[in-house]
């Protein structure tokens, strides 16, 4: 069965047995019960299946998610044909939070690269608890600073790297320490990487074949392996 042939996302409710009873990360620790209960009475769980959208760019922003498990694309659409990926969210990360403050829309949109179960959790129940509770404010905060400053990288590596210094970030980023239980290239395309790295498929196909030749990289199929990671972060800083 292709990828085009899973049906539309589904709504989980307790009587399922992908239904999760409890919200699993680090700033929903710091929550009271009562503040705990808030969020679980104001939560839909959803299930995705694989290429399937979580949230298109423009859309009404009315919550914000919370990805309980699998693995999503994070993008901003281009032209039509061109896109460029910001990121991979996995369990544990929000996807939305700038909504929460400043936005009505969502200014990007998110695929899913697997099923993926997330929380759709109203964002004015995210700003009142940030309002009430200090740590889970700062842990929200901390994670979305970070998010901002490796967004900042990559800006910097679009705008004065040639195309082998950006294709090798982008492979050093999806092999990173980050995904280590993840096997994320077989769910990637060769655009999805040209995306990542901001250059066009074609180029990323070509680099590809030349990172393979010079032993950097080791290509099966859809699987890229990095054989030298040293040598990659290399021609990465070379840019």
């Known amino acids: 069965m292709g990828d085009n042939c899973y049906p539309i996302m589904k709504t989980i409710t307790d009587s399922d047995k992908e239904f999760c009873c409890d919200i699993k990360a ?4 710091k929550l009271t019960a009562g503040e705990v209960e808030l969020v679980k009475t104001s939560r839909t769980q959803v299930l995705f299946r694989k ?23 994070h993008y901003v659409e281009g032209d039509g044909i061109h896109n460029f990926n910001i ?5 544990g990360d929000f996807l939305g939070l700038s909504t929460v403050f400043n936005r009505s829309i969502f200014n990007f949109s998110a695929q899913a690269l697997m099923e993926t179960s997330v929380y759709l959790i109203e964002k004015e129940v995210i700003a009142n608890l940030m309002k009430q509770n200090g740590e889970f404010a700062f842990q929200i905060t901390k994670r979305y600073c970070e998010q901002d400053a490796e967004l900042y990288d990559t800006i910097r590596s679009l705008i004065y790297k040639q ?3 950006k294709l090798a970030d982008a492979l050093l980023y999806l092999s990173s320490e980050n995904f280590a239980n993840e096997d ?3 769910l990637l395309s060769r655009k999805d990487i040209a995306d990542f790295a901001g250059i066009s498929t074609e180029s990323a196909v070509k680099l590809l074949k030349s990172f393979a030749r010079d032993g950097l990289i080791a290509l099966d199929e859809k699987e890229v ?3 030298n990671r040293d040598m990659l972060a290399e021609v ?3 840019g």
């Open 236 to 238: 990465s800083r070379r």
């Open 163 to 165: 195309m082998p210094g």
């Open 87 to 91: 990121r991979l969210l996995k369990s």
């Open 184 to 186: 994320v290239f077989p």
């Open 225 to 227: 392996t990095i054989l």
């Open 51 to 73: 290429g399937e959208t979580l949230v298109k760019q423009g859309a009404y922003a009315s919550y914000v998610l919370f990805i309980s498990n699998g693995l999503v694309k």
């Open 26 to 29: 680090p700033c929903f620790a």
